[in-house]
């Protein structure tokens, strides 16, 4: 069947002016072979056919030009014609796959199979998914790597959907970081549609791995990120608090909004003595920044008042925090003591701020007075310059 008679019968079952006038531009276009033309014209078209047209559309039309049009274009077009038929999706990505095989064009051949690596984990074929995950993993290795944003997005969104199957909240937040850079990008150099609502379900996600994951002390990227504030003022707003607590170590608000989760998020109960441990963790480490940069030598006892922790568990408490490089220092067994000499640089809100300020201050005017007597004691010895 040719592309009129194609396009002719596809008319037939349009009511819209407008999608029956792009019909006539996809028509005059493959006519011409200006397949450039033709996939705007098609972008057009999707942007306001409804489910059954696209299906139409795609199977009569695009289909027969898979070949002739950008590889990225009729794998998106395919995409948005079967977005709810996962099987049969995937099917029609598979057949793609195959025409496609002998193109040149080897980041379309990866675009595409990584989508399929996506069918499969939303159709919960996890093994076959992570055979197309792992033959692909090398190419990612590194953060600047050869691929457009485009094919990065792809990469770093499946990966969080197959870690997300698995509750590895650890790697979940590690990939959905890196998805969210390439979402940035992907914003600026292209019309991406957002949808909020899937925007949210994200924030929501990757907020609880922040939570959940046993390797997450530092929030900086996370509270940077605008997605955050997609929890804020919304029916989440109990994780959003959460999150801004654990970040400044607020041991008193974030065991009440804790309880308050219990209700709106079952699923955290069962990680309760997990997070109460997560949350001294972090009160520790809020202690040690709010502590004068001209001493930062603490006891174990203000350790223990600090951080509503036993005394006889203060000395475990810190070499966790050790462990997990959250700072650095020794410990005087005999005096009880914890002397610091590093602390791992994180996000400060605005009190945080105030507080590094004013010990800046206090550093400033130590250095100042220690200068003032040299000078003045140092007689004949102090060159003046």
């Not at 057949?95 to 990866?110: C, H, R, V």
């Not at 509270?223 to 400044?248: F, H, R, V």
């Not at 608000?253 to 441990?277: A, C, H, M, R, V």
């Not at 004068?292 to 006891?299: A, M, Q, R, T, V």
Request: aromatic share 12%; with cysteine; hydrophobic share 35%.
């Amino acid at each position: 069947m040719d592309v009129s008679t194609v396009l002719a019968s596809i008319r037939q079952s349009i009511d819209d002016e407008e999608l029956i006038s792009i019909t006539y531009e996809l028509e005059d276009f493959s006519e011409r072979k200006l397949y450039h033309q033709l996939t705007l014209s098609l972008e057009n078209f999707y942007k306001i056919a409804n489910e059954d047209l696209k299906v139409q559309i795609f199977n009569q039309f695009i289909s027969t030009l898979t070949k002739k049009l950008n590889s990225y274009k009729v794998t998106d077009f395919l995409l948005k014609s079967f977005e709810n038929n996962q099987q049969e999706c995937l099917n029609k990505l598979i057949k793609l796959q195959s025409e496609i095989e002998s193109s040149e064009d080897e980041n379309a051949k990866i675009y595409i199979n990584l989508q399929i690596s996506r069918f499969y984990i939303l159709l919960n074929d996890f093994e076959e998914a992570n055979k197309i995950l792992d033959s692909l993993d090398n190419k990612f290795t590194m953060i600047n790597n050869e691929f457009n944003s485009k094919i990065n997005n792809a990469y770093y969104s499946t990966k969080c959907q197959y870690f997300k199957s698995k509750d590895n909240y650890n790697s979940f937040y590690t990939n959905g970081l890196l998805y969210l850079s390439t979402l940035n990008e992907l914003n600026e150099t292209q019309d991406v549609e957002v949808n909020k609502a899937k925007e949210l379900e994200f924030a929501f996600d990757l907020s609880i791995s922040a939570l959940l994951g046993d390797k997450i002390y530092n929030f900086g990227e996370l509270i940077l990120n605008n997605i955050l504030e997609n929890l804020n003022n919304s029916p989440y707003q109990w994780l959003y608090d959460l999150i801004i607590n654990l970040n400044n170590g607020d041991i008193k608000n974030f065991g009440e909004n804790l309880t308050i989760s219990f209700d709106k998020f079952p699923k955290l109960k069962q990680f309760q003595s997990f997070l109460n441990q997560k949350i001294i963790i972090m009160s520790l480490v809020e202690l040690i920044s709010v502590k004068s940069i001209l001493n930062k030598k603490l006891s174990f006892q203000e350790i223990s008042e600090f951080t509503s922790t036993d005394l006889n568990d203060v000395e475990h408490l810190i070499i966790k925090c050790f462990s997990l490089n959250l700072f650095s220092g020794s410990i005087d067994q005999i005096n009880k003591t914890l002397t610091i000499s590093y602390l791992q640089p994180r996000i400060l809100n605005l009190n945080q701020i105030k507080t590094l300020h004013s010990h800046l201050k206090q550093w400033d005017e130590k250095v100042l007075n220690l200068s003032n007597d040299v000078h003045k004691n140092g007689g004949s010895l102090w060159i003046d310059t």
